[in-house]
């Protein structure tokens, strides 16, 4: 996928999420090297992201990739190779919203 293909994204399913924004914290969902991608399951895929940038690692150096389904979670205090994707205000309170609107469909199915 394309880089900051979140925006594409955002109205799929996630879980979890942090209901308030601190913004004073760079959220990675708003940059453009928060890549997703999905891996193959027994049935059907699952969506993760990872950081292009390549600032997500393990203690090991590994890379470290997440559960699109935590984006959200994904905060920094401050990211040398942070590049906004545009009016980060707007659209993690767009996506916060979509997500709880999802959350709860999901609860009524
Ligand atoms: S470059 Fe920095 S802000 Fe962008 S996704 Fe990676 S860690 Fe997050």
């Known amino acids: 996928m394309h880089s900051g293909a979140i925006h594409c994204y955002y ?4 879980s979890n999420v942090e209901r308030s924004l601190n913004l004073n914290k760079i ?3 708003n940059c453009i090297h928060c890549q997703l991608f999905s891996v193959p399951q027994e049935i059907g895929a699952e969506l993760h992201v990872r950081c ?7 203690k090991l150096g590994q890379e470290k990739k997440y559960r699109y389904s ?3 979670r994904r905060c920094m205090d401050s990211c040398d190779c942070y590049e906004s994707m545009g009016d980060a ?9 979509l997500q709880e609107l999802e959350e709860k469909m999901n609860g009524t199915l």
């Open 11 to 14: 109205v799929m399913s996630m």
């Open 27 to 29: 959220y990675c969902a």
């Open 52 to 58: 292009a940038a390549e600032k997500w690692k393990k």
């Open 89 to 97: 205000e707007t659209f993690l309170r767009e996506l916060r919203d």
């Open 70 to 72: 935590t984006i959200m």
